[in-house]
């Protein structure tokens, strides 16, 4: 049976110790074959065998680990998303408000010098154990709640230091309040501190609401792709015209659109002209004009003319719903440098708890009196300033933030490995036709042999009639010539597609070669007179193909076409931009060398790799491999699929088709030539971005750590209280959330 994919969601993770634990439960349950857990999106997606596990078992497996799941309804995914962490948040606030007010209630009755200001009721331990109680068990019922079932498995997470800290101050404060004389019997003042634990837990669901406000914006750029999409389509049938529901459309309706308005999905023009706004979809940032033929692509904005399109997908099929598809899955994805936050943090809380215990036996031999109560605030604080949560956020924050910053600009990166491998890229191949050209080339020539019957017109009859069955991107300048000079053509026998050299077949008896030299050698018909004009034309950056019969006396040449094809625009400067940054250009073509040499001298690359067939594109993209480089492919997405598969990052320009979007780890919908550099500065940022974050974390429990055992406490009294470990740890995660949200404003092109 056929494996199936699933989303979860999952509520109660907060740290990439959550993370594990949840991937290693249902990674164990048999059936499953895959399961990858997101933090930030608060998600697991799992591939499944269901003859084997059922979908219950699968929430079972994350429950008996002390989370909750569901499993998502794709339809309904965003918008019951958006309102149940809009909910949770509510709900954090609120929680967080009520326990920051009683601890601070709490601490005016408590702490030295301000216990004169409070009501003398707050002063009654009882009274503090009451509303301690009502935070202990209230907001910090959750702690309780994931800590549980994660220990009856073996296993520990954050909840479980916060849960352990809070508890030993409620449980020591309320032996204070209950029986006061076991503390005096061991010579200290009988004082609580019900401020430690109610503060500690306000703090933390503090820091908890403002990282999860955070982490909304990080999402930012989903949401807008989503916003995009238009609810209704105004189909036009028999006449009348009425508003449909974009999920009732049907491909080949034809629908209007009004100036002003969206296109609800893609299609091409039928009727009209009109200029598009597709700024959020392709990053372009002029209106398009589009005509009878043009395509339009769903979500993109009508600016001024009004037409009607046939409809050539429907909703769920659009190249849109494609970008949105593919900027999800990529942001739940894991980089391969996230593998060290996780086996860090895998074993992190296991050794927090161990130091905790070994703080108390340590200050409680060998600290000042009284050492009981010394070793027990610094246990507290050691479980309390331990913070997996930022090396669980240290990746996933910048990734989603990268990857959302890329799609806003037309750049869709395919996962979190692509956009990671993206910032090592030093060499940079790119396809000729169609990637630094137009891809629309012009006939620009017309040569005819003196010694051949066959003259200008009768040429281009012949060589249109071999094109009409060619898919060669060179046919149709052939043909539009054809059409634009009213030139008769004729039908084919024998039809034959040679890759890399050209076509033959037989018109009215006669056998027709059309090709480059390759073809004509092959079939032994002689240019050689004519290798200076060639020669000439080529230097001029023009692409030659020559038209050779054979009758029962032998091969001729009957004469040469030329086509030029034109530079995109900004071609030299990306090129230049590309160079600026260290990255050799390699230009690599189906063309002779003085072709595509002419072509590389005007934008200015030195390295051409000329007379290359489709099927030798793999190969050469591995030579340049095997010399060390990292090498990013830049073709169309569709015959050079395999190149692009063959190189560290595939890079599809400007097409948006399924098979590019399939074969390419990048895709880029613009045509600007400047969005490869702008690809490869983004991948640069977000990695700055991530390393920036995980040294943030790390180095924030490499130093605070060892301060609240109270390593500085020797030299200078200094021991650091609980309530400003939870501070601390709270805005740990807070700072690396927000740093990643600074990629937002990162400037990944340059006009």
Not at 192 to 210: E, Q
Not at 216 to 237: C, D, H, N, P
Not at 603 to 619: C, N
């Amino acid at each position: 049976m056929e494996s199936k994919k699933k989303s979860l969601s999952i509520s109660g993770m907060h740290c990439a110790s959550c993370v594990r634990v949840i991937e290693k439960s249902l990674s164990k349950t048999p059936g499953v074959t895959y399961a990858n857990v997101n933090l930030l999106n608060e998600s697991a997606d799992v591939e499944y065998d269901p003859s084997a596990v059922s979908e219950a078992q699968l929430l079972q497996a994350v429950s008996n680990v002390g989370y909750e799941a569901t499993m998502v309804d794709e339809a309904k995914k965003e918008d019951e998303d958006k309102k149940e962490k809009e909910a949770q948040l509510r709900v954090l606030r609120r929680k967080a408000a009520f326990s920051l007010i009683v601890g601070g209630l709490i601490l005016l009755a408590s702490f030295p010098g301000l216990e004169s200001l409070a009501p003398w009721f707050l002063k009654n331990f009882v009274v503090q154990f009451v509303l301690a109680s009502l935070v202990q068990f209230g907001p910090g019922l959750e702690f309780y709640r994931a800590t549980l079932p994660a220990l009856r498995h073996r296993t520990a997470n954050m909840d479980t230091l916060i849960a352990f800290g809070t508890s030993a101050a409620f449980a020591y404060s309320m032996l204070v309040t209950f029986a006061p004389q076991f503390i005096r019997a061991l010579g200290i003042a009988p004082m609580p501190y019900f401020d430690v634990s109610t503060l500690v837990i306000g703090l933390i669901l503090l820091g908890r609401f403002f990282e999860a406000q955070a982490k909304m914006g990080t999402s930012e750029a989903i949401k807008k792709l989503i916003g995009l999409q238009a609810k209704t389509a105004r189909v036009v049938e028999k006449g009348k015209e009425f508003d449909v529901p974009i999920d009732q459309v049907t491909v080949g309706q034809v629908v209007r659109v009004r100036p002003g308005e969206k296109i609800p999905l893609d299609g091409r023009i039928l009727e009209g002209i009109s200029g598009v706004d597709e700024s959020m979809v392709t990053g372009e940032s002029f209106p398009v004009d589009k005509k009878p033929g043009d395509q339009v692509i769903g979500g993109t904005i009508n600016k001024t003319g009004s037409f009607i399109y046939k409809v050539e997908k429907v909703a769920g099929q659009s190249l849109l719903a494609q970008i949105i598809k593919l900027v999800a899955e990529a942001q739940a994805s894991k980089a391969p440098i996230q593998r060290l936050a996780d086996v860090v943090s895998s074993y992190f809380v296991p050794i927090v708890l161990m130091l905790a215990v070994a703080t108390f036996v340590l200050w409680y031999n060998l600290g000042p009196q009284p050492s009981f109560l010394f070793a027990l605030l610094s246990s507290i604080t050691v479980l309390i300033i331990a913070c997996p949560c930022a090396m669980g956020l240290a990746t996933p924050t910048a990734v989603m933030v990268g990857v959302g910053t890329g799609a806003k600009e037309g750049i869709l990166i395919k996962n979190a490995e692509s956009l990671e491998t993206a910032h090592k890229i030093n060499t940079v191949i790119l396809d000729k036709t169609g990637t630094l050209t137009e891809g629309k080339p012009e006939l620009t020539d017309i040569m005819e042999s003196q010694k051949s019957k066959v003259k200008g017109p009768k040429l281009l009859e012949l060589a249109a009639s071999l094109e009409k069955g060619s898919e060669h991107s060179l046919a149709e300048p052939i043909l539009r010539a054809a059409e634009k000079d009213k030139v008769q053509t004729f039908p084919v026998k024998n039809f034959l597609a040679l890759p890399g050299l050209g076509i033959k077949g037989e018109i009215a008896g006669r056998k027709v070669l059309f090709g480059n030299r390759q073809l004509m050698d092959k079939e032994k018909v002689d240019f050689t007179l004519w290798e200076e004009k060639i020669v000439k034309l080529e230097s001029e950056g023009k692409t030659v193909m020559l038209l050779g019969g054979r009758t029962q006396k032998g091969a001729e040449l009957l004469g040469l076409l030329a086509m030029a094809d034109v530079l995109k625009d900004h071609a030299k400067e990306a090129i230049h931009q590309l160079q600026e940054m260290g990255i050799e250009v390699v230009m690599i073509t189906g063309d002779n060398r003085r072709t595509a040499e002419s072509i590389a001298r005007q934008v200015g690359i030195d390295r051409v790799l000329a007379e290359v067939l489709p099927d030798q594109k793999e190969a050469e993209v591995q030579r340049i491999q095997k010399e060390g480089r990292v090498v990013a492919m830049v073709g169309d997405g569709i015959n050079d699929a395999p190149a692009l598969s063959a190189a560290d990052i595939g890079i599809a320009m400007g097409s948006g088709t399924d098979i590019a979007i399939e074969a390419a780890n990048i895709t880029l919908i613009s045509k600007d030539l400047r969005s490869i550099p702008a690809a490869i500065t983004l991948s640069q940022k977000t990695m700055r971005t991530i390393k920036m974050n995980l040294f943030w974390a790390f180095g924030y429990n490499a130093v605070l750590i060892p301060v609240a055992m109270g390593a500085l406490f020797p030299f200078f009294h200094v021991l650091l209280s609980p309530i400003l470990a939870s501070g601390a740890m709270a805005f740990s995660s807070v700072s690396v959330v927000s740093n990643s949200l600074l990629l937002k404003r990162a400037k990944i092109k340059y006009a």
